[in-house]
C-alpha cells in the first residue's frame, strides 16, 4: 500500500448512527476521509434478506432455536433482537464475548450501518434541564454545553432525516423541524383526551420518531409504509438509517473511502505533534495489520466500543489510555431503565379499527421533578412513556372456550381493544459504574475483551416504583377496564435499553473529563469522540438524535480546524 492509499485527511470509525454523520459532514466539506466499519459490508436494499418476509416464510415462524441461542445467549436477552427476521444483525456471543461483573445487556451489531437498522427511531431532543440537571443536583458533573448550543444542530439533522411528530411547546420536550405526525388510532386519540382533561399537568402525544411523512422530498428515500419491519431493515429507506441516507450522501461525493471488516483498535499518539497521527487496524478476513494516517480522527463506534478503543491506545505519554490523566475513561456509564408501567383493556370503539402497522405509538413526556410543583420526595431526576393501543387477534385463541365452527368464526373477527405503556427512565451518572479491558480473556483478533461493572442503584429503583404507578394511575383516570402494572425484575439491569451511554464523558475540566465542549479528546484535540460515549448525563429521551447533533457540531469545528491549518501550512 502506498502513501496515497494510506494517507486521508479525516477517519471515522463507525458507520452506526453518529459515524454516517460523521462520514456526510466530512465528505460534503471537501475533507477525503476513510470509514471504517469492523463488521461486513451491508448494502442499502440489496442486503436486507428478511425485508419481505411473512412469519410462515420462516422455517421456525419467526422464532430463535436452541442451538442458536446457545450461540447468542446474551443478544437473546431482549426478547426480540434475535428472531430469525433480525438475528443476522446481531453478534455471535461466542465469537464477540464480554464479561459481567454485574449484568450487563450489551446488544451489539458489526456491520455496515450498525445500530441504525434495528434503533428504535424515537427521537426527542434533550432540554436546558437536562443539560443543567448535574450541576443542579449535584450528581455527576456539568456539561459543558446548553441547549442553545445545541439547538441549530437538532434542527439540521432533524431536517435531513425526516423526524414526525406534533410540536407542543413544553420546556422539558423541546419543539423540533417535525412533519406531519402518524395519526393516533382511536383509543389513543381518546387516551390522549382524557389524560389531558383528568391528569392536571400530563401530556399525551404522538410519538416522534425518525420516519418520512408529508411532502418533503428525501433524496433516494420515500415515505413510511407502515409496515412495521424497521428492524429487518426498510428497502424504501421510510425511516433514517446510515445506509439509506448518510452513507449515501458521502459517497455521492467522491471523498469517501469505505472499509468494512477491518477492526481499528487503536489511535496513534505522537509525542513530537501533541496530535493522533492515525489509526491502526486489523483486517478481520487476513488478520493482517495496517495503519491509515489522518489530519482528524472522529471515533463513532458505539459508547462501549470507543471507549475501549480509546482504552486500548496507550502511548508512553498515555499509559493508561488515550486522554486518561485522571482516571476518568471507561467510568459513569450510563443506561435508561425499562420493562416497567402498566396496560388495560378497553371495552369501547368495538365498531372502529386502523389501517396498516404503525411503527409509532404515543409518547407522554416527563412530568416528575420539573419545578417545585412536581418534585418528588424520593428520586432525582425523571422518566416517560411509550405505548399505543391496538386491538388483539387470532391469538387470543388460547382464552377462547369455543370450538369448530364457532370457534372459527370468532377469531376472523378483531379482538377487543388494548392499551399498554412503558416507562424509560434516567440513570443517573455513577462514577463507580465502569468498564475495564481483560487481557487475559481476548477474542479470536487478539483484541482485549471488555468488563462491565454497572448497576442501577437506589434512586432508580425507587423511580421505578413510580413509574408502575403512575402508569396505573393514569389507565384508571381515563376509565379503562382490568388495569394491570408489570415490573419485570429481570429487566432492572443496564444494556436492555440499548442506550449506552458515559464512558469517555465531556465536560469543562479535564480532571474529571476526557472531552471538551466541541467533543476533542481534551489533550488530544484532533480526535473527536462524538457517540453515546460522551454523554455527560443521560436524559430519559432516547439519545440517538443527540449523538447526530453533536456529531454534526463537532464535525463543523473539525472542518473549520482542519481548513485553518491547511491555510496556515500552505
Not at 469517501?256 to 513530537?272: D, F, G, H, Q, W
Not at 371495552?347 to 412536581?374: A, C, Q, S
Not at 429487566?491 to 442506550?499: S, T
Amino acid at each position: 500500500m502506498n502513501k496515497m492509499e494510506n494517507n486521508f485527511d479525516a477517519i471515522v470509525i463507525g458507520t452506526g448512527i453518529s459515524g454516517g454523520w460523521a462520514a456526510k459532514e466530512l465528505c460534503e466539506n471537501g475533507l477525503k476521509t476513510l470509514v471504517l466499519e469492523r463488521g461486513r459490508m451491508v448494502k442499502h436494499v440489496l442486503d436486507y434478506p428478511t425485508m419481505h418476509d411473512e412469519n410462515w416464510d420462516f422455517k421456525h415462524r419467526n422464532r430463535i432455536t436452541p442451538e442458536e441461542k446457545s450461540r447468542q445467549e446474551k443478544q437473546s436477552r431482549t426478547g426480540y433482537t434475535t428472531a430469525e427476521a433480525s438475528k443476522h444483525w446481531f453478534v455471535d456471543d461466542i465469537e464477540h464475548p464480554y464479561s459481567e461483573t454485574k449484568r450487563f445487556d450489551w446488544m451489539r451489531g458489526y456491520h455496515v450501518g450498525g445500530r441504525s437498522i434495528t434503533w428504535g427511531r424515537h427521537s426527542y431532543r434533550l432540554s436546558e434541564m437536562d443539560f443543567e440537571a448535574n450541576k443542579k443536583d449535584g450528581n455527576g458533573i456539568d456539561w459543558p454545553i446548553r441547549y442553545k448550543d445545541i439547538a441549530p444542530w437538532y434542527d439540521k439533522v432533524e431536517e435531513y432525516i425526516g423526524v414526525c411528530g406534533t410540536n407542543l411547546g413544553l420546556q422539558q420536550l423541546p419543539d423540533g423541524k417535525l412533519t406531519e405526525a402518524m395519526p393516533y388510532n382511536c383509543v389513543e386519540a381518546d387516551f390522549a383526551e382524557r389524560v389531558a382533561d383528568k391528569m392536571d399537568g400530563r401530556v399525551v402525544t404522538q410519538a416522534r420518531v425518525a420516519h418520512i411523512t408529508g411532502d418533503k422530498a428525501h433524496e433516494g428515500r420515500s415515505k413510511c409504509q407502515f409496515r412495521n419491519r424497521c428492524i429487518r431493515g426498510c428497502p424504501f429507506g421510510g425511516y433514517f438509517s446510515s445506509n439509506a441516507s448518510t452513507l449515501p450522501a458521502a459517497e455521492r461525493t467522491g471523498n469517501m473511502t469505505l472499509r468494512p471488516n477491518s477492526i481499528a483498535y487503536e489511535i496513534v499518539y505522537e509525542e513530537k505533534t501533541k496530535k493522533a497521527s492515525g489509526v491502526r487496524v486489523i483486517d478481520t478476513e487476513t488478520k493482517e495489520k495496517l495503519f491509515f494516517e489522518a489530519e482528524v480522527v472522529f471515533c463513532c463506534a458505539s459508547a462501549i466500543a470507543s471507549t475501549a478503543i480509546l482504552m486500548q491506545s496507550k502511548s508512553e505519554r498515555f499509559p493508561n489510555g488515550l486522554g486518561n490523566d485522571h482516571d476518568e475513561l471507561g467510568r459513569n456509564i450510563m443506561d435508561h431503565q425499562l420493562g416497567v408501567g402498566a396496560y388495560a383493556e378497553v371495552n369501547e370503539h368495538e365498531d372502529k379499527y386502523y389501517k396498516g402497522r404503525k411503527p409509532g405509538g404515543f409518547y407522554i413526556p416527563r412530568f416528575i421533578n420539573l419545578d417545585k410543583d412536581t418534585e418528588h420526595p424520593s428520586f432525582k431526576r425523571g422518566y416517560g412513556y411509550q405505548g399505543s393501543a391496538s386491538r388483539q387477534n387470532w391469538r387470543r385463541a388460547v382464552a377462547e372456550l369455543s370450538y369448530g365452527k364457532d370457534l372459527k368464526d370468532e377469531l376472523v373477527k378483531p379482538g377487543p381493544w388494548v392499551i399498554g405503556m412503558g416507562g424509560f427512565g434516567e440513570c443517573l451518572p455513577y462514577h463507580d459504574n465502569k468498564i475495564v479491558l481483560n487481557y487475559e480473556k481476548v477474542d479470536k483478533w487478539g483484541l482485549p475483551t471488555v468488563v462491565f461493572d454497572v448497576e442501577f442503584k437506589e434512586n432508580e429503583r425507587l423511580m421505578r416504583k413510580d413509574i408502575q404507578e403512575q402508569a396505573i394511575a393514569m389507565l384508571e383516570a381515563a376509565g379503562y377496564e382490568n388495569v394491570k402494572g408489570f415490573d419485570d425484575p429481570n429487566q432492572f439491569a443496564p444494556g436492555l435499553a440499548i442506550h449506552e451511554m458515559g464512558g469517555a464523558r465531556m465536560g469543562r475540566d479535564p480532571k474529571t473529563s476526557i472531552l471538551n465542549k466541541y467533543n476533542q479528546v481534551h489533550s488530544v484535540q484532533n480526535v473527536y469522540v462524538t457517540d453515546g460515549a460522551c454523554m455527560t448525563s443521560a436524559g430519559c429521551q432516547n439519545p440517538s438524535l443527540t449523538y447526530m447533533a453533536i456529531t454534526a457540531r463537532a464535525a463543523d469545528h473539525a472542518i473549520k480546524e482542519f481548513k485553518k491549518n491547511a491555510k496556515n501550512r500552505s
